[in-house]
């Protein structure tokens, strides 16, 4: 995976390029393990991107997500990461 690289809204990227563009949202994951985060996949293939948005507060991150255009929240599936919090589309 490129370096991850760590934006200040979700905003500022440019979902043109993502056939079906995701954000999956983590509480604590092992390498923020301070934070909650917020990374854009590219849902068509299944396959993450190196694009994050890091905050203290869940509320944060969705108000963001929320900004950036994303209105349907999806709950985790049983199975899944313990990590993630929800996933937006």
Same mark, same amino acid.
């Given at each position: &995976? ?5 934006v200040e809204? &979700? %905003? ?5 390029? $993502? %056939?079906? #563009? $995701?954000?999956?949202?983590?509480? *604590?994951?092992?390498?923020? #393990? ?6 854009? +996949? =590219?849902?068509? %293939?299944? $396959? #993450?991107? *190196?694009? /994050? /948005?890091?905050?203290?507060? $869940?509320?944060?991150? %969705?108000?963001? /997500?929320k ?8 709950? #985790? ?6 990590? /993630?919090? =929800?996933? +937006?589309?």
């Open positions: &995976m490129q370096q991850e690289k760590i809204s &979700m %905003r500022q990227v440019d979902f043109s390029d $993502l %056939r079906f #563009p $995701l954000i999956v949202v983590y509480k *604590n994951p092992k390498d923020y #393990p301070d934070a909650y985060v917020a990374r854009v +996949w =590219e849902g068509a %293939r299944s $396959l #993450p991107t *190196n694009i /994050i /948005i890091k905050r203290e507060k $869940l509320q944060e991150i %969705r108000k963001d /997500i900004a950036a255009g994303f209105t349907i929240r999806i709950a #985790p599936k049983a199975g899944e990461d313990p990590v /993630i919090v =929800e996933t +937006w589309i």
